[in-house]
């Protein structure tokens, strides 16, 4: 399994960490939700919980529940800025489809 991000990605994990004061990187996972199935769940991480999987990329270490796992192995994670906003994108080739608002996937 790899996860991995882009350079603006990292670099925008490492800056929330930053002005955070504390954590260890990026906990992603994905929770039943949605009309398609499935929406991503990214927060910060303080440490590895029981059952996460580690990753590194770029400096950034990334914990994912074995749940998650399945959904999540080869995904890129970037963050793009854009007229419409901001935020973290996934281009994960696990995915079959998602919901017309973008919200949620299934695979």
Same mark, same amino acid.
């Given at each position: 399994?790899?996860?991995? &991000?882009? /350079?603006?990605?990292?670099?925008?994990?490492?800056?929330?960490?930053?002005?955070?004061?504390?954590?260890?990187? &990026?906990?992603?996972?994905?929770?039943? %939700?949605?009309?398609?199935?499935?929406? !991503?769940?990214? +927060?910060?991480?303080?440490? @590895?919980? @029981?059952?996460?999987?580690?990753? /590194?990329?770029?400096?950034?270490?990334?914990?994912?529940?074995?749940?998650?796992?399945?959904? &999540?192995?080869?995904?890129?994670?970037? !963050?793009?800025?854009?007229?419409?906003?901001?935020?973290?994108?996934?281009?994960? @080739? +696990?995915?079959?489809?998602?919901?017309?608002?973008?919200?949620?996937? %299934?695979?």
């Amino acid at each position: 399994m790899a996860i991995s &991000l882009t /350079e603006s990605a990292a670099l925008r994990v490492k800056t929330f960490l930053a002005a955070r004061g504390h954590g260890v990187g &990026l906990r992603l996972g994905v929770r039943k %939700t949605g009309c398609s199935g499935f929406a !991503y769940v990214v +927060n910060y991480a303080d440490g @590895p919980q @029981p059952g996460d999987a580690v990753f /590194e990329d770029r400096g950034v270490r990334v914990f994912v529940d074995g749940f998650s796992a399945q959904y &999540l192995t080869g995904i890129t994670i970037d !963050y793009v800025t854009s007229m419409q906003g901001s935020g973290f994108t996934f281009s994960n @080739p +696990n995915s079959t489809g998602g919901c017309g608002c973008g919200s949620s996937f %299934t695979a």
